[in-house]
């Protein structure tokens, strides 16, 4: 958040001494703070995007890995039936030679689903703080903009009045 606080604060110092005199004139002011406003949300989106850079990675994760533990659940039930029917490597043992390579199989896929539910918890912690972050952004970097407009407002009432203003 400091980070884009400190954009917004720079990128107004900066419009102020540029504008010089003209600092004073309302309309200019509001100007200058539709740029900082500009300015804070590009650096809100900067912050956010780098926060949220491993989330398609949680987001893949916990996607595919039931699938990786179906797979591997999969090949193992072939493998078990392809050792019941092959008498050399033990087979024709039955329900016992099934059942154990069938057991041994649907390991994978209490590991895939054990996989997934963890980075699904992570993913959406993740995606909850983000999006609580970015609240609080939008929040601090609206209450800025709104204490510089005031402190712009106060400026340009306190200024005296320049050479230039008609007098009737």
């Known amino acids: 958040m400091a980070r884009v606080i400190i954009t917004g604060v720079g990128e107004f110092t900066q419009g102020v001494r540029e504008l010089g005199p003209a600092a004073n004139d309302t309309v200019e002011l509001e100007l ?3 740029g900082v406003e500009r ?8 912050e956010l995007a780098s926060l ?32 019941m029917a092959d008498p050399s490597k033990g087979g024709g043992g039955g329900l016992a030679t099934v059942s154990a390579g069938i057991a041994e199989a649907l390991l994978t896929t209490a590991v895939g689903l054990a996989v997934a539910i963890v ?9 909850t703080k983000l999006e609580q972050i970015g609240a609080l952004i939008d929040d601090a ?11 712009g407002r106060r400026r340009a009432h306190e200024s005296p009045p320049s050479s230039s203003a008609v007098t009737t």
């Not at 300015?39 to 900067?46: E, P, T, V």
């Not at 987001?59 to 797979?71: E, H, R």
């Open 32 to 34: 200058l703070l539709h």
């Open 39 to 46: 300015s804070i949300d590009r650096a809100k989106k900067r």
């Open 52 to 83: 949220s850079r491993g989330l398609p990675v949680l987001a893949t994760i916990s996607s595919s890995a039931p699938f990786v533990g179906l797979f591997g659940t999969v090949f193992g039930i072939i493998t078990a039936f392809q050792r």
């Open 119 to 127: 980075t699904v918890w992570f993913y959406n912690f993740f995606t």
């Open 141 to 151: 970097s609206g209450e800025l903009t709104d204490r510089l407009m005031q402190h």
